[in-house]
């Protein structure tokens, strides 16, 4: 079952701050983060690995609660190259060592000048 | 920064032709991966490969895929006869386990227009 994200789209002006959401019903071994633009490749973000993680990349950072299999991804002081669709892909706890990702529905980021 | 390669950016077909999708996947990766993307909707996984056997499908992935490293660098994806419905964005991705960490890079896409 996939993961759900919200909201599902976000529309901020430069420099305010944003946190996309991803939820699951089934207990999570990862949860990766991806951000695509119109046209593109999903690009890798973060990894976040039960236990609880929080991450930072720059001014993009991400936790991971594992008791409630949710992870959020915080953005703060947006700039416009953050606009994008934000997916969250999941790696079941006990599934195979083979890396399955399952992705949510993606959020969509606009951000104006 | 290596990069996974994927070719032809762009196929159009006509229905019941057989397509064949090609990806280079970085260079010391292990793991290998075929996902695709509907317009407009999320990422969904199809296949799985590593030591040289499909390690996981989903239901998707019917007997009309198929996928092959016949060499030592490229990974392909045939559909045997294409039908309306594959018309997607295909998305090849490779990763090099390292520890508990499996992070996957993608390629830019090929978009299969099926007519």
């Known amino acids: 079952q996939q993961p759900v994200q919200s909201p599902q789209a976000v529309i901020l002006r430069e420099g305010e701050d944003a946190v996309i959401n991803c939820s699951s019903s089934k207990a999570l071994y990862s949860v990766h983060w991806y951000r695509q633009k119109h046209g593109e490749a999903p690009v890798f973000l973060m990894i976040l690995l039960k236990g609880g993680e929080q991450k930072g990349h720059d001014k993009i950072s991400a936790s991971f609660n594992e008791k409630k299999q949710q992870s959020s991804l915080y953005l703060t002081a947006s700039q416009l190259s953050y606009s994008g669709t934000y997916f969250c892909g999941t790696e079941i706890l006990g599934g195979t060592s083979y890396g399955k990702l399952t992705f949510g529905q993606g959020t969509i980021l606009t951000v104006h000048p | 920064e290596p990069e996974v390669t994927q070719t032809p950016s762009h196929q159009v077909t006509q229905m019941g032709q057989e397509v064949i999708l090609r990806c280079v996947p970085i260079s010391n990766h292990l793991y290998f991966y075929w996902y695709r993307q509907i317009l407009g909707q999320k990422v969904e996984f199809l296949v799985s490969f590593y030591n040289n056997e499909i390690s996981e499908k989903s239901e998707i992935f019917d007997d009309q895929f198929s996928v092959e490293r016949p060499d030592g660098s490229n990974f392909t994806l045939k559909i045997r006869s294409t039908k309306l419905e594959d018309s997607a964005m295909y998305f090849c991705?490779?990763?090099?386990?390292?520890?508990?960490?499996?992070?996957?890079?993608f390629g830019a896409g090929t978009r299969l227009s099926v007519l």
């Open positions: 991705a490779s990763s090099f386990r390292l520890g508990t960490k499996n992070i996957q890079y």
